[in-house]
């Protein structure tokens, strides 16, 4: 491999110390020594050729300009400028000129010069630094740089560590809660936290003393994913009509993907039909979907979504007629849409990983299969899948009738279990599938009882949470819509 070639540029006098460390860590590295050579202007001998054409030669053939800038701007030269500005004007005339780093030291009187140096740099890659972390910052611009430009023997999307990230990026109720719900809650208090993420899981490397989360697990436990990986994102929205002309409600999340399956769950339920009927001593409650086919159908999009697709959120859309989840990525060789929930091909295998870990996820590819039985069971017709481009769209199809969905057994309770009187049952009866609303004064003559025993009546009903109370402005009024 050749090795890329560093140039260090900064008045001497100010850095001489850094410069030196600067060189010495690189190529001292087990990483970065592998892919970088540093060149130091301490390090040349004499040859009788002109200081200035050694380094402006030097710069001119490197792939990387490194400057710091400090308190003295330096001495000028010929051309009115320091031999720092010199070395920067030469770099970026060059091929090169995006791989340009700066760091300005941080607290620093800046003379005029400095001043308009640091002007002309801003269009580049810059930051503050002091001279206790100057390695780390420069560690930080090698590692993106490594990166950007896929040097690194590139393992999956989700395996890649997150070089300028660190364990301070990790939402710690994030991860506690992922460990309990994964029977992992006895390394939470114990030493072995570190060899369970690092070792274990394998969401987070260690690199140079230092632990580095990997891309997993900022997306799952990140308190700022966005500053990361900001095509982490899915947009749900309601529409009232089937074309998806008019909006009715919306959210974009971009939250760790546990809480952000919570919020989408909120979402549904209040954007999706609920129907109840009362059938003797039974009341039947049904979803429009079935949200465990939807939650299948989310999980799918996020487990198996392409990642180096940017600007591009995973689509949750509610239309009148149907719910569609569409998500960046085909599905991956060998497997196809005809032999679909057959072959286990899994695009983010650590991601794939966590949720299996959770029990949300199989090995076995049976989330397409999940999807289809859990929608024949609702009575309700089979998932569509279908590729567009570079997306994956997925349909799930609504109901003609809430009605239609009353033929399944399921979701039914014996209201004789809750303890409810004749009274209370025939008055959920009425008000269910009669679609009425009931006062207590009404209630009260209906079944020939004093007012405060429809009361309580009527109040029980409501703390089990079978019907509802609006106070209209003069008495309250109770209600249970068939469908809500």
């Known amino acids: 491999m050749i090795k890329k070639k560093i140039f260090i540029s900064s008045n001497q006098s100010d850095f001489e110390k850094e410069r030196r460390e600067i060189k010495d860590f690189i190529e001292n590295d087990p990483l970065y020594a592998n892919y970088f050579e540093v060149f130091i202007f301490e390090d040349t001998h004499a040859t009788g050729i002109s200081p200035q054409k050694v380094y402006l030669d030097k710069v001119k053939n490197s792939d990387i300009y490194i400057g710091l800038i400090g308190e003295n701007y330096g001495t000028k030269n010929e051309n009115g400028i320091s031999a720092t500005e010199e070395e920067f004007n030469e770099f970026i005339k060059g091929p090169n000129k995006t791989n340009t780093y700066l760091f300005i030291l941080e607290d620093i009187k800046k003379d005029k010069d400095t001043e308009k140096f640091i002007k002309k740099a801003r269009d580049f890659t810059y930051s503050k630094f002091t001279r206790n972390n100057f390695e780390k910052k420069i560690k ?5 740089f490594l990166e950007k430009n896929k040097l690194l023997v590139n393992p999956e999307f989700d395996s890649r560590i997150v070089f300028n990230g660190s364990c301070l990026d990790i939402d710690m ?4 809660s992922f460990l309990i719900k994964s029977d992992l809650s006895n390394d939470i208090l114990s030493e072995n936290i570190k060899n369970t993420l690092l070792n274990k899981l394998q969401i987070f490397e260690e690199v140079n003393n230092e632990i580095k989360p990997k891309n997993v697990a900022i997306l799952f436990f990140g308190k700022n994913i966005q500053k990361f990986l900001p095509q982490h994102e899915i947009r749900l929205t309601k529409f009232s009509d089937d074309e998806g002309t008019e909006i009715l409600d919306s959210i974009d999340l971009k939250d760790p ?10 979402f549904i339920i209040s954007n999706t039909k609920t129907a109840q009927e009362i059938i003797g001593f039974d009341r039947k409650d049904i979803n429009e979907y079935p949200y465990d086919a939807l939650r299948e159908g989310i999980i799918n999009a996020m487990a198996h979504r392409d990642y180096n697709i940017d600007n591009v959120p995973i689509l949750f859309s509610i239309f009148r007629n149907r719910i569609e989840i569409i998500s960046p990525g085909k599905l991956l060789p060998p497997a196809t849409l005809e032999d ?13 990983e966590l949720f299996r870990e959770t029990k949300d996820m199989e090995r076995r590819a ?5 999807m289809q039985r859990i929608m024949k069971e609702h009575g309700l017709k089979q998932p569509k899948f279908e590729e567009i481009g ?10 003609e009738k809430m009605e239609d969905l009353f033929k399944s057994k399921k979701n039914s309770s014996n209201l004789r279990e809750l303890n409810l009187n004749d009274r209370q049952i025939s008055a959920l009866e009425y008000m269910i599938n009669n679609n009425k609303e ?3 004064n009404l209630y009260a003559k209906l079944f020939n009882i004093s007012r405060p025993t429809a009361s309580r009546d009527l109040n029980k009903l409501v703390n089990l949470d079978l019907i509802k109370r609006h106070f209209n402005g003069k008495f309250n009024e109770f209600y249970a819509h068939k469908s809500k």
């Open 366 to 370: 049976t989330g397409i299969r999940k």
């Open 140 to 144: 930080e611009s090698l590692s993106n």
């Open 257 to 266: 993907i546990y809480s952000m399956l919570k919020k989408c769950k909120n």
């Open 390 to 399: 570079e997306l994956f769209k997925v349909t799930f199809y609504g109901p």
């Open 438 to 440: 009931l006062t207590a």
């Open 340 to 352: 679909l929930g057959l072959i286990p091909v899994h695009r983010n295998k650590k991601i794939c």
């Open 173 to 176: 109720v994030e991860l506690n």
